[in-house]
């Protein structure tokens, strides 16, 4: 049986295209991120192995005000229990910088996407790409080459 290793950007799991991984190879395979949106927590999303998926955890203010009902609030709260037990992590909260809410607002203008974006969608989004900067700064000189800044035609 083949394995292949998925590159950094891929996550856990298996590549399309690729055989099953053998588990204490998939164990070890992680996202350096995961950011927390509110859909996954409103519509009960499982995290059953959500928890042993990433290294750190992020969301935005505006996500945690967004929900508001008992049966998600302690969906999220159990995520979150479950985050510190097993991982001793918590989700942070980061408001993400002017600069990186002005990138992806003016990519989704470009792309046509803008007008079905919420304003919480842009802060996630801009988050991700605060991210993405943050860990080229330390593995890759800085170097973010590998984020377009015009869409695919």
């Known amino acids: 049986m083949a394995y292949t290793n998925p590159s950094p950007s891929a996550g856990p799991g298996n590549p399309p295209g690729t055989s099953p991984q053998p588990p204490e190879v998939a164990a070890q395979e992680k996202y350096h991120a995961l950011i927390i949106d509110s859909g996954a927590i409103i519509k009960q ?33 159990d995520f979150q229990l479950r985050l510190q037990s097993l991982n001793n992590k918590q989700i942070e909260t980061r408001t993400p910088s ?14 046509g996407d803008y007008a ?36 695919k035609r």
Do not use: C, W
Not at 98 to 111: D, G, I, P
């Open 45 to 77: 999303t499982a995290f059953t192995h959500l928890h042993t998926s990433a290294t750190n955890f992020y969301t935005v203010p505006a996500v945690l005000s967004e929900i508001r009902d008992a049966v998600s609030r302690k969906h999220l709260e």
């Open 98 to 111: 002017q600069e990186a809410v002005r990138a992806m607002s003016e990519f989704a203008r470009k792309t």
């Open 116 to 151: 079905q974006l919420s304003g919480v969608d842009l802060q996630v989004l801009a988050l991700l790409y605060d991210l993405e900067v943050e860990a080229a700064n330390l593995y890759n000189n800085g170097n973010i080459d590998h984020v377009r800044r015009e869409p």
